[in-house]
């Protein structure tokens, strides 16, 4: 079956504009995960859904960022006013379920480059 | 806030080598899990370990959860070209589902 679908693959943006990245996870996962990874680094967490809810946001840098899940599928990740500092690979992760030992489903990631 | 330190954060060997990689925190998780990562993918999950001491092997890699649940090694013997990766661990924050990653370690292993 398909897996974590991505997209768009890449995106370069300038400097204050606005930006959507989405996350089409594995049919039937109920729980989806969003990090943002830089250069040589481990990913970083930023909100994890269950379902339509965000169960926890804890990891948004700052309000610029904003995450949805309408119908507990597609996720879309919003950054507003964009920096260059949010210049990263942001990930996407599905789940089945978030009890107990966990296996998260990795998308490939999107690109953003903030010029 | 947690860290998940690891070490060492690169690492270049030949094939047939053996190697450890570590990774350490002060913090408590309940579960932890490695991860493999390829240029241009996401990571991929070797391994979840979840009781303090406890022991997994996949082929030639060997994972191991320190007793108090801070602290984990991933052990490759006999490393081939083809383990050549970004190897990730990751810590569950007790109580919640959320993951900590690790800072990473960059494996080139040459044939």
């Known amino acids: 079956g398909a897996g974590v679908s991505q997209t768009p693959s890449n995106k370069v943006t300038e400097k204050g504009k606005y930006v959507e990245l989405r996350c089409d996870p594995i049919?039937?996962?109920?729980?989806l995960y969003w990090y943002r990874q830089s250069l040589g680094q481990g990913p970083e967490f930023l909100i994890y859904f269950q379902g339509t809810g965000a169960a926890d946001d804890s990891g948004l840098p700052n309000d610029r960022f904003f995450a949805v899940r309408p119908e507990g599928s597609v996720s879309t990740l919003k950054i507003q006013r964009t920096e260059r500092g949010d210049s990263a690979v942001y990930l996407c992760?599905?789940?089945?379920?978030?009890?107990?030992?966990?296996?998260?489903?990795f998308g490939p990631g999107t690109r953003l480059t903030v010029l | 806030t947690q860290l998940l330190e690891q070490s060492p954060q690169f690492l270049s060997i030949q094939e047939g080598e053996n190697l450890t990689v570590y990774c350490n925190s002060s913090s408590v998780f309940s579960s932890l899990q490695w991860y493999r990562q390829e240029p241009g993918e996401g990571p991929v999950l070797l391994v979840t370990?979840?009781?303090?001491?406890e022991v997994k092997k996949l082929k030639r890699l060997t994972f191991q959860f320190g007793d108090a649940r801070k602290d984990s090694s991933l052990h490759i013997t006999a490393a081939q070209p083809g383990d050549t990766g970004l190897y990730l661990c990751?810590?569950?924050?007790?109580?919640?589902?959320?993951?900590?990653f690790g800072t990473g370690t960059r494996l080139k292993v040459l044939a």
């Open positions: 370990v979840v009781t303090g001491g």
């Open positions: 990751a810590g569950e924050n007790p109580g919640t589902y959320k993951y900590i």
């Open positions: 049919s039937g996962h109920t729980a």
């Open positions: 992760a599905s789940s089945t379920n978030p009890l107990g030992t966990n296996e998260q489903f």
